[in-house]
């Protein structure tokens, strides 16, 4: 792994134990000659592993003796550029506490620098342009170093020793604030000072960050939360919350030992916190995160984020800077334009962002840190395949989109690109794929895609004039969950999404999938029900609702008595849903758990409409926090069908019952995620397989996972699920990685 201070920290290290020799970065990782006594060289060997740089790792070390080249002392040489190209790119860093010291030193001659960064700390997946990582192959190669900067980063001594990014304010980047039209208003320290102002009156201020930019405005005025959302049209989807420090979080928060070191650790990434049980979050506005008692956290990441958080001495909204289902933007020309009428202020810089990357979101569930959206500080990132093979293209989903390649024996995962919903985005996927290609001069040799042929990713490949292996979507997310945990297999693979074309052309989304070595079927699944309108039902819950009671009553489901209510569905509405449903028009067939989801969030009336892609069902998470207990709901298991079917009506008929008894919707919420985690043991008790794993999107619900884990455990089953992936469809490119490499010829 390049950008860590290895190569310091080799020099450092034999100069100590008196050897001589040399160190040089490659294309392919690091290579040392180390020359000395016998046991000055074990003692080195030793030391080396036990005494790294903080984000340093050995993936793997070959040593071989050779005979002595009688050096006379130990050098640092210049990096090899040729070869193949395998070293670990390093994703972007936090500030470090040695540059934060020195960034608020007065006496320090980086003091309020916004670019301050060292080999611990800083920029490095999004300014890098080549490899192997060096200045001239990175974002910084137009800026010069002064004589200062150029003594630190050529003594091997000094912390900032080849540190690529390393600048001050007489050579490096500086910063700007510009009005909506581009003038600048003001430079460097009054250019910040002038953006704070403009924060605390209410104005929403572009900020350039790392990876792009952000949206930031006082997250204690209302107003200005609620301009915000009108001007990006972002209805109520929750907005993230960056603070000025860990006590300040303290105010709104609870926050555990796990939850405060995964703030502060150097990924920073946005942590979901539960906001305070009398749920007013402090002094943040209603209009942050409506009707969620989570808040999405974190702490400045940046030199230019603590300097402006510090100044302002409140939390900020900090959410990406861009509009609905397109990319942040990265450079301040371009978001003059696309962040037109949304942003008063820019506050810009002049170090370029060779690619975009958001912030990573993760939420403690089951005892560990759960990725729900892998980007900056954690992503790109290697993943071990079985075994060499010839270079592999996987493309990825619709939604939450990532792309991954295969470099050797590993599979390398782009950062979240996002939903494929708009020009830009599928713009943007198209640059993360050469992206990807070039930095690592691959030419793949095939390409995976999803067996969906309308998902754009997937018709994309099919303009590639390569071998094309087109992967099942949930057969991908099991096999993504076993590459994140190890697995080979025999494994049940429980699959639990809103959506994925099935074998048989229904929509699938409530799976177990047995799988083993390249093999898998169709084990069991949830009972099917048609959902009036196809995609219309992922954003009105009541319509999957409707689907699953005329799954159950038939057409004696319009007679009043029979109806539950379902909102304001008019007279109209149910005359053009109920053809609908009688003939199978534009109704398909799905055994969707995220539309189950969204029926129950339907029928105990907590959403009939949804303003975003499950939302319904995280609402059904939230009442379900509120009520503890070990009951559930009535099922049925249909073993004598093959595959075997969960069936789902007796737990409808039962909440329906309840809702007409008027009971605690915390109540009912509780009882259907324990009634869930049942029906998993349940089939896993069918099927007899010890370990199950466990994936899509639905695990992301902390209630659901932390049930499930619970009770396949008390069962004597060993359940996975993801560690370093998210559960999402943001690890499906490696599930396709996985399946073509299971499936090629070599």
């Keep these: 792994m390049q950008g860590v201070g290895f190569r310091p920290f080799v020099y450092r290290l034999a100069t100590e134990l008196k050897l001589v020799g040399w160190v040089v970065n490659s294309t392919s990782g690091v290579t040392m000659e180390v020359e000395g006594p016998s046991n000055h060289l074990q003692r080195f060997q030793e030391r080396l592993h036990v005494e790294l740089p903080p984000h340093a790792a050995i993936e793997a070390l070959e040593s071989r003796a050779v005979a002595p080249c009688r050096e006379a002392d130990f050098i640092v040489r210049d990096s090899h550029v040729g070869g193949r190209k395998e070293t670990l790119l390093l994703p972007d860093l936090a500030i470090c506490p040695d540059c934060t010291r020195e960034l608020l030193d007065p006496a320090d001659r980086r003091y309020h620098y916004p670019f301050i960064n060292c080999t611990n700390c800083g920029p490095r997946y999004t300014i890098i342009t080549g490899l192997p990582y060096d200045r001239a192959r990175t974002t910084m190669q137009e800026f010069v170093m002064c004589r200062a900067c150029r ?311 099919r303009t590639r004039a390569l071998p094309t292996v087109a992967v099942q979507h949930h057969y991908a997310h099991i096999l993504a969950c076993m590459a994140d945990n190890g697995l080979s297999g025999p494994v049940l693979g429980v699959a639990w999404d809103g959506t994925g074309l099935g074998t048989d052309r229904t929509i699938w989304g409530g799976e177990f999938l047995s799988v083993d070595e390249g093999r898998w079927s169709r084990a069991a699944h949830l009972r099917s029900f048609r959902l009036p309108g196809g995609d219309a039902a992922v954003v009105e819950p009541r319509r999957a609702a409707l689907g699953v009671l005329y799954e159950i009553w038939g057409d004696s489901l319009w007679e009043e008595d029979t109806m539950p209510s379902l909102g304001d569905l008019s007279m109209e509405e149910r005359r053009i849903l109920a053809p609908m449903l009688a003939r199978g028009v534009q109704s398909p067939v799905t055994t969707s758990a995220g539309r189950l989801f969204d029926a129950l969030a339907s029928l105990v009336g907590l959403r009939q409409m949804a303003a975003y892609e499950g939302q319904a069902a995280m609402l059904l998470e939230f009442a379900a926090t509120r009520f503890a207990t070990d009951e559930s709901y009535p099922y049925h298991v249909h073993t004598e069908t093959s595959p075997i079917m969960v069936d789902w009506e007796p737990l409808v008929r039962a909440v329906i019952e309840d809702v007409r008894k008027h009971l605690f919707v915390g109540q009912i919420a509780a009882r259907f995620h324990n009634t869930l985690a049942e029906m998993i043991v349940a089939v896993a008790r069918c099927i007899g397989e010890t370990s199950v794993v466990l994936a899509g999107g639905c695990f992301q619900n902390k209630v659901l996972t932390e049930q499930a884990v619970a009770r396949l455990r008390q069962a004597g089953f060993d359940p996975y699920w993801h560690r370093l992936l998210p559960p999402n469809d943001g690890s499906i490119a490696l599930g396709q990685i996985m399946a073509a490499v299971l499936s090629s010829p070599e």
């Design 151 to 461: 003594a630190e980063y050529e003594n091997p001594g000094d912390r900032r020793f080849h540190a690529q990014p390393n600048a001050c304010p007489a050579c490096g980047p500086h910063l700007e604030l510009w009005d909506a039209h581009g003038a600048t208003l003001a430079r460097e320290d009054e250019a910040l000072s002038r953006a704070c102002d403009a924060v605390r009156v209410g104005s929403i201020v572009a900020v350039k960050g790392l990876g792009g930019f952000h949206l930031v405005v006082d997250a204690r005025n209302d107003t200005a939360v609620r301009t915000l959302r009108e001007r990006k049209s972002r209805e109520e989807r929750p907005f993230a919350l960056m603070y000025p420090k860990m006590a300040a979080v303290r105010i709104d928060c609870d926050i555990s030992e796990d939850e405060r070191a995964l703030l502060s650790n150097s990924a920073s990434p946005i942590v979901l916190l539960r906001r305070h049980e009398n749920g007013d979050g402090g002094a943040i506005a209603p209009g942050v995160a409506p009707g969620n008692p989570y808040l999405g956290v974190m702490l400045p990441y940046t030199p230019l984020h603590h300097l402006l958080l510090r100044e302002l001495g409140f939390p900020v909204v900090a959410t990406s800077g861009n509009r609905a289902d397109e990319p942040i933007c990265t450079d301040e020309r371009e978001a003059l334009v696309r962040l037109s009428g949304i942003a008063d202020l820019f506050l810009v810089h002049n170090r370029s962002i060779a690619r975009f990357v958001d912030d990573s979101v993760v939420r403690m569930v089951a005892g560990r840190p759960l990725l729900l959206r892998r980007a900056r500080g954690y992503a790109p990132g290697f993943i071990p395949l079985a075994g060499p093979m010839n270079s592999i293209l996987a493309v990825g989903a619709h939604l939450k989109n990532t792309v991954a390649v295969s470099v050797g024996d590993r599979a390398l995962l782009s950062p979240h690109i996002g939903d494929l919903e708009t020009a830009p985005a599928y713009h943007a996927f198209h640059r993360a794929i050469d992206d990807v290609q070039d930095l690592y001069e691959i030419i793949p040799q095939r390409i995976a895609c999803d067996r969906h042929p309308d998902y754009l990713s997937s018709q994309y490949a």
